[in-house]
């Protein structure tokens, strides 16, 4: 079964040179207006008007689908959240809230989670810089429009201080089984935190990470230009990607057998299981999404990965299906079926 | 507010805490530094109070002046500030500027670069977020206006009659410039 790549946002189905490794790229910008208190004093009556006033003026500019409270219930929330479209706490936010999302799903404006606007841009593979140009578009348009909260000194003024000055986040989200592999991870997670960076797995809570994905951004947000900003975290990110180049092909050349096994039995899984949880598929995917990168596996891409590690989640598998009453067997029953689908036959013969 | 001073002097780091009784006759406990518990009489033997009750002390006279500390538009304090770790509204940087600086520079950078002050070097503002600043505040202006009229009081919408002209004073001269 071939699967549409429409049923994933659109950076990721973007597959470039350093795929192998990032998976995407992402900048957000935190911006609040002037003319209204911040979320920690605004009252829900003050938080419709921002709704208000932002929606007329970005209703102007771009063509975005706009989602309210009204639209917003927990499986929906939970829909964007695992399509990266909506933050954790937009999700638990109790604000009155809405969010703007174009219509290839690159670009969404978050109001009121924690600032009045969180803008983001998102991109396939390495893709900074394209997302630092687009996001300064966007953000030059709304600021003509709407009286950004801006001082002299401390730059955009954000409802936290960790955001102050330029208010942009600058992260990427890594494959790197090869350094946890080669038991090299906790020395990249010590060094990055060491020179002001942060990292964190993306699946599964503290240390406990799921599917060797990480995140890097930047923990600086004042003192320096944006393009500084953006440069610092390239280059450290372009270490990352270096360092786990040089770790697969370690592991191939002195463990190719454990790895070829390793490999192969999660495609067996994936392939045969009846009964998956979403974090297992995902560990599992994990490991094909390796065996294609060492080229062990040939005939699955890694749009086909990626688009499986986004439905077999439990609330875009739900909406895959059409179905948002699954118990949680069901869920599991159907989540097997669909990557069997899906996988079956796509594994290649080997040498005898 | 200096981390810790001596509360007689004021110069010194204090590094003890020493009881007195003050004007109204009550115990008071005040943390000192060496030179003037020397001066006090007070040595050796109060010496033995652990650090913690002397920090016990201090945060509770930082406590009282961060409470005291209070943004006007949003009613944040600075204590608040420190409790939630978030601001309450574009003016709050203005009220705790002094004590934001050395506090931001602790918070955004590692400990090597901790020398120079640090400010926003990143994007600006441009023209266009001002005037969009004075419509806003112009539309605003004129619902008070109206909900005042309709409340019959006069004196109110008189004054903001006033700060609406001013506003739109504002606007032609930013329009013409
Ligand atoms: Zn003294
Ligand atoms: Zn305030």
Request: glycine share 4%.
């Amino acid at each position: 079964m071939k699967l549409s790549k429409n049923l994933v946002p659109g950076f990721l189905r973007e597959i470039s040179e350093d795929s192998d490794v990032c998976i995407s790229s992402r900048i957000r910008f935190a911006r609040n207006l002037e003319n209204h208190l911040f979320l920690l004093k605004a009252s829900l009556k003050e938080q419709e008007e921002i709704i208000e006033e932002v929606k007329e003026v970005i209703t102007q500019l771009n063509h975005f689908q706009f989602y309210s409270d009204d639209k917003l219930n927990e499986i929906f929330l939970n829909y964007l959240l695992e399509r990266y479209l909506v933050s954790p706490d937009f999700v638990l936010s109790k604000n009155k809230k809405g969010v703007f999302i174009d219509s290839e799903e690159k670009i969404s404006i978050m109001i009121n989670e924690e600032d009045h606007l969180r803008l983001q841009v998102l991109g396939g593979g390495f893709s900074l810089d394209e997302v630092f140009v687009k996001i300064n578009e966007v953000d030059d348009k709304l600021e003509k429009e709407l009286p950004y909260a801006f001082s002299e000194k401390f730059g955009f003024l954000t409802a936290c201080p960790t955001n102050l000055g330029t208010g942009m986040r600058v992260s990427v989200m890594l494959h790197l089984p090869g350094l946890i592999l080669t038991n090299e991870m906790e020395k990249v997670i010590k060094t990055t935190q060491n020179i002001g960076f942060l990292i964190r797995g993306i699946y599964g809570e503290g240390t406990k990470t799921i599917g060797s994905y990480f995140q890097i951004a930047n923990q600086f947000t004042i003192g320096m230009k944006e393009e500084e900003i953006l440069a610092n975290t390239k280059n450290l990110i372009r270490e990352v990607i270096n360092y786990e180049r040089k770790a697969r092909d370690y592991l191939l050349k002195n463990l190719k057998n454990e790895i070829e096994d390793r490999i192969w039995r999660a495609y067996g899984i994936l392939t045969h299981a009846k009964l998956l949880t979403s974090e297992e598929a995902i560990n599992l995917l994990s490991t094909l999404r390796l065996g294609i990168c060492l080229k062990i596996i040939k005939k699955i891409s890694l749009l086909t990965i990626n688009i499986l590690t986004i439905l077999v989640k439990r609330a875009n598998l739900m909406y895959y299906l059409k179905n948002e009453n699954l118990t949680e067997e069901e869920r599991d029953y159907k989540r097997a079926a669909l990557i069997r689908k899906v996988l079956k036959g796509k594994g290649e013969e080997e040498d005898i | 507010m200096e981390e810790n001073l001596c509360q007689i002097c004021h110069k010194n780091v204090a590094v003890m805490v020493i009881t007195e009784i003050d004007e109204k006759g009550n115990k008071v406990e005040i943390a000192v530094c060496e030179e003037c518990a020397k001066k006090k009489g007070v040595l050796e033997s109060d010496k033995t109070l652990n650090l913690n009750e002397i920090f016990k002390i201090m945060l509770k006279a930082r406590e009282k002046e961060d409470k005291e500390l209070k943004c006007a538009r949003c009613l944040l304090s600075f204590y608040e500030f420190k409790k939630y770790g978030k601001f309450g509204c574009p003016d709050c940087f203005k009220v705790f500027e002094e004590r934001l600086i050395p506090f931001i520079k602790r918070l955004q950078t590692t400990i090597r670069e901790r020398e120079d002050e640090i400010f926003h070097k990143g994007k600006k503002v441009t023209a266009g977020t001002k005037r969009s600043l004075l419509f806003s505040e112009i539309k605003k202006l004129k619902i008070e206006l109206k909900k005042a009229i309709e409340e019959e009081n006069y004196e109110q919408a008189a004054k903001i009659r006033d700060r609406l002209r001013e506003k739109e004073k504002e606007l032609k001269k930013d329009e013409i410039e």
